[in-house]
């Protein structure tokens, strides 16, 4: 069954750094989002991406957030200067096109981010 | 405003009995609602899904939920618990827009 499949597991970074979370969405798909979840909270959105644009953010993507599609299999979040609050898992999720089906999200496993 | 909310932070029931899990929302327009599981260090699997069809959705693994416009809820029932059934449980709302809004999440227990 195909899958949303997020690299690496977990990234370990130093305050201030960059980091690239990577995501490859199920192929036929072609809505993206990418989600945080603070360790204890809830699953918060972060942004959605349609036509290789951002459709929606929410107030928690500033300007130190970024997603791109480099080419036709991968959907990135960087996150340019990182903070101690950035720590939290990170879900990538796809949708198909149809309007019915396209408000089913299918999520990755996540990416565990711990900011030191 | 819109939101979601699940009542019951943690939830423990002895294997073999009726699993319930409540979820309300609260919405202007017709919402697509959802269920998702976390097992343990996993990711979010989708557990079952209404979207204006039929009010009561079946699952995998035996789940089902109960759309009841009067009451806004969503609530999550399995009649049998298993010890497989350990995970997180979310709740979450499609508003009409892109995004899931999800609620805080259950922790379900199961005891031996």
């Known amino acids: 069954e195909p899958e949303v499949t997020q690299t690496p597991s977990h990234q370990v970074t130093q305050m201030g750094q960059e980091v690239i979370l990577r995501c490859v969405p199920i192929s036929n798909h072609l809505y993206f989002y990418w989600y945080r979840q603070i360790l204890g909270q809830k699953v918060e959105f972060l942004v959605s991406f349609y036509n290789n644009e951002i459709s929606e953010k929410s107030e928690i993507f500033d300007d130190q957030f970024s997603v791109e599609r480099p080419d036709g299999s991968n959907f990135t979040l960087k996150i340019r200067s990182t903070k101690l609050e950035d720590s939290a898992m990170y879900f990538c999720?796809?949708?198909?096109?149809?309007?019915?089906?396209?408000?089913?999200?299918?999520f990755g496993a996540g990416t565990r981010l711990s900011v030191l | 405003a819109q939101s979601v909310t699940q009542l019951g932070s943690h939830v423990s029931v002895s294997e073999g009995a009726l699993v319930l899990l409540r979820c309300n929302y609260s919405s202007s327009v017709p919402p697509y609602l959802f269920w998702y599981v976390q097992y343990p260090n996993q990711g979010l699997q989708l557990l079952l899904k209404?979207?204006?069809?039929?009010?009561l959705v079946k699952g995998i693994n035996g789940f089902e939920a109960e759309f009841k416009k009067s009451e806004t809820s969503f609530h999550l029932t399995k009649p049998s618990a298993h010890m497989s059934d350990a995970a997180e449980y979310f709740c979450?709302?499609?508003?009409?827009?892109?995004?899931?809004?999800f609620g805080t999440g259950t922790r379900l227990t199961i005891i031996p």
């Open positions: 979450a709302v499609n508003f009409g827009n892109e995004k899931l809004t």
């Open positions: 999720a796809s949708s198909p096109w149809d309007f019915e089906a396209k408000n089913i999200q299918y």
């Open positions: 209404y979207t204006s069809a039929a009010t």
